[in-house]
């Protein structure tokens, strides 16, 4: 079985720039978390969703990102417009909508903002 | 609001070693589930086990064990007779009690483990 698929798995690009990364949830699953890991912070949640409805976003850093998930399959994070403390490895994972369910993640994107 | 630490920065060890890894956590919730992942240098977060805060029973896979102490907080995990495979970054992460659904992991910040042959 697929596991979840996230992309680009590595992205490179100027300060002020849109960035839109991308995930794909194990099919079935029914929430999606989006987490950042760096140093400094560790991995810490960003977002997430069950049945493609938002239900804690208070770990976005700030109005520059956003969160979508237009269906039970894709899933989208945007950082607009893109600062160099953005780079970190963004990781996408999903489960069922149970409680204490594990998350599977995906590889990560490695973004890293000039 | 949940807190997980894990103490040990950086940990290593010889090869066929064993090694525990220390985590203690914070919570108000009394119903939640204890995780541990590993991340090998490749860089994916691999799931490895999970832990109901109603069962205390240790658990034990293969050269794994999991020692889960409700009364100290702790959520410890060791490796027996290590081997360089085991190298990696391993976190432990705690599930709040959401009323039902899905909710978010709050990590640990890891500990670094080195395996050296």
């Known amino acids: 079985d697929a596991g979840v698929i996230q992309s680009p798995r590595h992205e490179v690009t100027e300060m002020g720039q849109e960035v839109t990364l991308r995930c794909k949830p194990i099919?079935?699953?029914?929430?999606l978390f989006w987490y950042r890991q760096t140093m400094m912070r560790g991995l810490e949640l960003l977002i997430y969703?069950?049945?493609?409805?938002?239900?804690?976003d208070s770990g976005m850093p700030e109005d520059r990102f956003s969160a979508k998930m237009p269906n039970a399959s894709f899933s989208t994070l945007k950082i607009q417009p893109s600062e160099p403390r953005d780079s970190a490895v963004y990781f996408c994972?999903?489960?069922?909508?149970?409680?204490?369910?594990?998350?599977?993640f995906g590889d990560g994107t490695r973004l890293s903002i000039l | 609001a949940q807190k997980v630490t894990q103490a040990q920065t950086e940990i290593s060890v010889v090869e066929k070693e064993d090694v525990t890894l220390d985590c203690v956590y914070e919570?108000?919730?009394?119903?939640?589930?204890l995780f541990w992942y590993k991340q090998p240098p490749s860089g994916e977060l691999v799931f490895l086990i999970r832990?109901?805060?109603?069962?205390?029973q240790n658990e034990i896979s293969g050269r794994y064990s999991w020692n889960f102490q409700k009364s100290t907080s702790s959520f410890n995990f060791t490796i027996t007779a290590s081997q360089v495979v085991d190298s990696a970054v391993y976190f432990c992460?705690?599930?709040?009690?959401?009323?039902?659904?899905?909710?978010?992991?709050?990590f640990g910040k890891g500990t670094h483990l080195i395996i050296q042959p």
């Open positions: 832990r109901n805060s109603f069962d205390e």
């Open positions: 099919s079935g699953h029914n929430s």
């Open positions: 919570t108000r919730d009394t119903t939640y589930y």
């Open positions: 992460a705690l599930a709040p009690n959401s009323g039902g659904g899905a909710d978010g992991l709050t």
């Open positions: 969703f069950n049945n493609n409805v938002p239900i804690d």
């Open positions: 994972a999903s489960s069922s909508d149970m409680w204490g369910q594990p998350q599977h």
